[in-house]
């Protein structure tokens, strides 16, 4: 079973500009996480989807954040303009729905932003 | 809000030595209590996970019970090796289905040294 998939695994740029991540989940998990892993600190979560409705977007700074999950399956997240303290690494997780209690997330391997 | 709280690191051990990493927490209601692991280069994994108050997640050596009590779910190994060198992240989560989400401790980094 593929995991799930992130690109790009790095990206540069200046402050100011703008930055799209990609996320393409485990086949089949409805629910998608995007999270903000700032260097020292365990990952914050900025915005839940499940299938293509969001859950929970209280902690995305939505002047300049924004994301989106279109048709449920992978999900887009952008930064515009980008800041110096949005140099971090940003994690896509999926877990699958359900009644059961906790499911399971399951992380891609992130994309590194720095911010200059 | 609910909140982790993990013992401060890094921390450096020999081969074979035994391992405790800290962890408290606060929450509101009833959480299941996890520990994940991100390997050089990696993402995060799910290490070991505990629904209820007592019981004990167990993984590739590693043990944490749930303590209700102390709100406590500290990491335990008894032998370590150098493959054990990661950083590891506390966490919980409340809710169920599409309504849960993790909420993650600074982590702490383990090297482990032949």
């Known amino acids: 079973e593929a995991g799930v998939a992130q690109s790009p695994r790095y990206k540069i740029i200046e402050k100011r500009q703008s930055v799209a991540f990609w996320c393409n989940p485990i086949?089949?998990?409805?629910?998608l996480y995007w999270y903000q892993q700032i260097l020292g600190q365990g990952p914050k979560l900025l915005i839940q989807?499940?299938?293509?409705?969001?859950?929970?977007d209280s902690q995305l700074p939505k002047d300049r954040f924004s994301a989106e999950r279109l048709k449920g399956v992978d999900s887009t997240l952008k930064i515009q303009p980008a800041k110096l303290e949005d140099s971090a690494v940003y994690l896509c997780?999926?877990?699958?729905?359900?009644?059961?209690?906790?499911?399971?997330?399951?992380f891609g391997p992130g994309t590194r932003l720095t911010v200059l | 809000g609910d909140s982790v709280t993990q013992m401060e690191g890094p921390v450096t051990l020999s081969e074979e030595a035994c391992l405790t990493i800290?962890?408290?927490?606060?929450?509101?209601?009833?959480?299941?209590l996890f520990w994940y692991v991100q390997y050089p280069g990696e993402g995060l994994q799910l290490l070991l996970k505990?629904?209820?108050?007592?019981d004990k997640g167990s993984n590739k050596g590693f043990e944490a019970t749930y303590r209700k009590e102390t709100t406590s779910f500290h990491l335990e190994k008894g032998s370590v090796q150098v493959s054990d060198s990661a950083v590891y992240f506390c966490?919980?989560?409340?809710?169920?289905?599409?309504?849960?989400?993790?909420?993650f401790g600074k982590g702490i980094t383990l090297s482990v040294r032949p």
């Open positions: 800290n962890c408290t927490y606060t929450a509101t209601g009833y959480p299941s």
């Open positions: 966490a919980l989560s409340e809710g169920a289905g599409a309504n849960s989400k993790l909420t």
């Open positions: 086949s089949g998990h409805a629910t």
């Open positions: 997780a999926s877990s699958s729905s359900g009644a059961r209690k906790n499911n399971e997330q399951f």
């Open positions: 989807f499940q299938n293509n409705g969001v859950v929970d």
């Open positions: 505990a629904t209820k108050a007592d």
